[in-house]
């Protein structure tokens, strides 16, 4: 195990990628200067994964990292926005070279897929933490935010929900699954797909999502809470992938898909009115997406299924 | 010990403060929303601290708050940038409401003495660490590089440099001191003093500026290493407070001075054809500062006293 200094550790690692739209300074001073595109909003989310609580410590550090960037700009995807520049502070135990060399590939990829540019961070001893700032940009006119939904707006999800609490359960081996299924859990966990442009495509008819990390339910919950509205979801209507289906009890299945997280697909809501466009979005940009539900008078969010509501057992991931 | 969950956690703590400048978004969404003022371009900077490497892990969290946002400031003012809007990452180990009631207060009354909002943040469980990230202001033609010295250009520290290593050594025990000098060293290391006005007021006439946290030698170096310059200050000069001079023998306090680092004064360089104009400044604005040396060809950044160069025992707070 070779360790060295925090310089040179920033030099080697983290230092001469490419650099997208506006870094006047990037790293190595005592801040980065930008430049956000005239007429646009800074959007802004920072957030901490915890080793051995939101990531197996000693996973490969390149997926680590490929899924700490692709889970930071979830959020930027959400808002609607374009990712810029990331800053990033972390925390490792020791400057193990091969752990920093697979993390700094796995993030490098991951920032050249979002053209996004590394300009600032901070590297400190500790228990092994990453924090990562993600910065975008975003016109006013196009954010989607979670207190923009209207009593009689549909309620859409991408993708699939309930593969990321499925992938979980499978890394941890809490399920044996065989070598295609568990491929197929593994991407789902450590490169979920971000939806990026498909989000700006959508910002043209929606004005309000979020991305699925602490479950479909809870997320809804947050979109009904910021918008002083009620919705209502059926759970025949909710989108499973076939892994998931092969993988459990249609109940467990479920309950994964409402209240399991880590899925990273944006649920966001549409206008009647704006539901023929919204198709025209669908297939221009071959958007894979699903009505489940409706916007309702109220403050509670509930799935249906044959008329009862379900009560998922685990609402959303608690960090306390 | 009363624990609560994360959006509570976040509402009853860190929510409902004043909004500054350009914040069209704060807490509570998938992204903050910002606008930075026409023509200026953002300055960010982010830091982690590490409880029980950065700060004793039992300190008061009032000021454990104070410190961490003064001293993420301490970036910006070095950079002649105008502090408008933090975020915070906070591992906790557990929600404990009093920490957190303290943390927030001190957050809260450093932010409303620089004019920061709180747009937003995570929070997780793990091991005591705060990162915080913090946003600025700057006009392209008033930031202070440290790429910007020349040979020639006089080098200049403000206030006294040394007592942020004293502090450490008097809150380590490792020294004996009475209540008077205590009370200014607890000062020194908690509620350094950050120079945001002072140092836009020097922007004027220095182009070439950096705060002093890793040593005043270290951060001469990076200032030499980015511009291609050596420089050469001298020990009889260096400005050393009283209670600095009486804690300790003249070598241990010049070794502080140079090597001890966490004293969050500004090192800057100025032309020798606006000096005239700094002493005006200095005037004006009632700034501190003192002369230590001058910027020289090369690549060596050293001290000398009495003609021999002093090497400090250590030369830096390493990371790693």
């Given at each position: 195990m070779t360790t060295i200094g925090e310089f040179e550790l920033i030099e080697q690692f983290f230092g001469g990628q490419f650099a997208s739209y506006g870094v006047n300074l990037g790293i190595g001073d005592d801040c980065a200067l930008l430049t956000v595109p005239p007429e646009k909003q800074l959007a802004v989310s920072i957030d901490t994964l915890i080793g051995?609580?939101?990531?197996?410590?000693?996973?490969?550090p390149e997926l680590i990292a490929e899924r700490a960037l692709r889970v930071s700009i979830s959020d930027l995807a959400a808002m609607g926005a374009d990712p810029m520049w990331i800053t990033l502070a972390l925390t490792i135990p020791s400057a193990e070279s091969s752990w920093l060399s697979g993390f700094s590939r796995g993030l490098f990829r991951a920032a050249e897929e979002f053209n996004v540019s590394l300009v600032g961070g901070d590297t400190t001893r500790g228990p092994l933490a990453i924090t990562l700032q993600v910065h975008g940009s975003v016109s006013p006119d196009k954010s989607m935010l979670r207190s923009n939904a209207r009593v009689g707006d549909l309620v859409f999800v991408t993708g699939t929900v309930g593969d990321g609490a499925a992938a979980l359960a499978v890394i941890k081996k809490e399920l044996e699954v065989g070598k295609s299924a568990f491929s197929y859990f593994m991407g789902r966990y450590y490169t979920p797909k971000i939806l990026v442009r498909q989000a700006q495509a959508l910002a043209t008819v929606s004005r309000c999502a979020i991305d699925v990390s602490d479950g479909l339910l809870a997320d809804l919950g947050h979109i009904c809470k910021a918008s002083g509205v009620g919705a209502v979801i059926e759970a025949e209507r909710l989108p499973l992938s076939d892994p998931l289906r092969k993988l459990c009890d249609p109940d467990t299945a479920l309950n994964w898909a409402l209240a399991?997280?880590?899925?990273?697909q944006l649920c966001f809501t549409v206008p009647p009115a704006k539901i023929a466009r919204l198709e025209e979005i669908q297939e221009q940009h071959q958007i894979e997406f699903t009505a489940i539900g409706e916007i309702v008078r109220g403050d509670e969010c509930v799935c249906l299924s044959g008329g009862r509501v379900v009560v998922p057992e685990k609402t959303g991931y608690k960090h306390f």
């Open positions: 051995g609580s939101h990531f197996p410590r000693n996973a490969d399991g997280g880590d899925d990273y």
